[in-house]
């Protein structure tokens, strides 16, 4: 069975750091892509960019290209996004989900991220 | 960059049939999926490749793709459909991925 287990919700000040996990069980890891989307409170899904756990190969969308990183790592078949310096406007809920030719077929809980002073 | 709208909302009775639309430039060249989005829960695929099916996901939810205008249909709808409904594209000239605006479906 396919699962995508996110990290736990998080509450931070703006400027902080942060990084978020995805690790993924039930398949190869490093045969699919692995997306994360962005959904603001009360609005609709944003694609932020995919990452290659074969390779490492990232693709941003161009709202998010340098504002946040993404990574893996592998051996624990874990994917990370990371933030340098948190704003208020990166509160939201932060989805991982598994690229299957063009579409999304597995998603991971969700992570929400609160900024607040 | 490429844009798809949706209608923020349609109200369909229990029973009768809901139709959303999502409205691209030639969006009917593209492969067209639909996710179903609960509240408070991560999205789950519906429809992918315009009219497929994944395993599990009723009869009732169809799908199709042409021109400007891709549609997902709920037959006989239930109560349990309510949700948000979201289409989405990968823009191939860039290998970006789209999601449409959504749509709420309230059953009344």
């Known amino acids: 069975e396919v699962q995508l287990v996110q990290s736990a919700a998080e509450v931070k000040t703006p400027g902080e750091s942060l990084k978020i996990s995805c690790q993924a069980s039930?398949?190869?890891?490093?045969?699919?892509?692995i997306a994360w989307v962005r959904q603001m409170p009360g609005k609709g899904l944003e694609w932020m960019g995919i990452?290659?756990?074969?390779?490492?190969?990232?693709t941003y969308s161009p709202s998010f290209q340098g504002q946040v990183t993404m990574s893996d790592d592998k051996s624990i078949s874990t994917v990370y996004l990371q933030w340098s310096s948190l704003k208020a406007s990166d509160t939201g809920v932060y989805y991982c989900?598994?690229?299957?030719?063009?579409?999304?077929?597995?998603w991971g809980q969700g992570t929400l991220v609160t900024v607040s002073s | 960059s490429y844009v798809l709208t949706q209608p923020p909302s349609v109200s369909v009775a229990p029973g009768q049939t809901a139709t959303i639309t999502c409205g691209g430039n030639?969006?009917?060249?593209?492969?067209v999926h639909w996710y179903q989005q609960k509240p408070g829960q991560a999205p789950v695929l519906v429809v992918y490749?315009?009219?497929d099916r994944p395993s599990g996901i009723p009869e009732r939810f169809s799908g199709s793709n042409s021109g400007n205008t891709a549609t997902l249909t709920i037959s006989r709808v239930e109560a349990g459909d309510e949700a948000d409904y979201f289409c989405?594209?990968?823009?191939?000239?860039?290998?970006?991925?789209?999601f449409g605006t959504g749509t709420k479906i309230t059953v009344l």
């Open positions: 989405q594209v990968r823009d191939n000239s860039n290998k970006h991925y789209v």
């Open positions: 990452i290659y756990p074969g390779d490492s190969d990232t």
């Open positions: 490749d315009d009219s």
């Open positions: 989900a598994r690229v299957s030719k063009y579409h999304f077929d597995f």
């Open positions: 030639n969006i009917g060249s593209k492969s």
């Open positions: 039930g398949y190869s890891f490093t045969s699919n892509w």
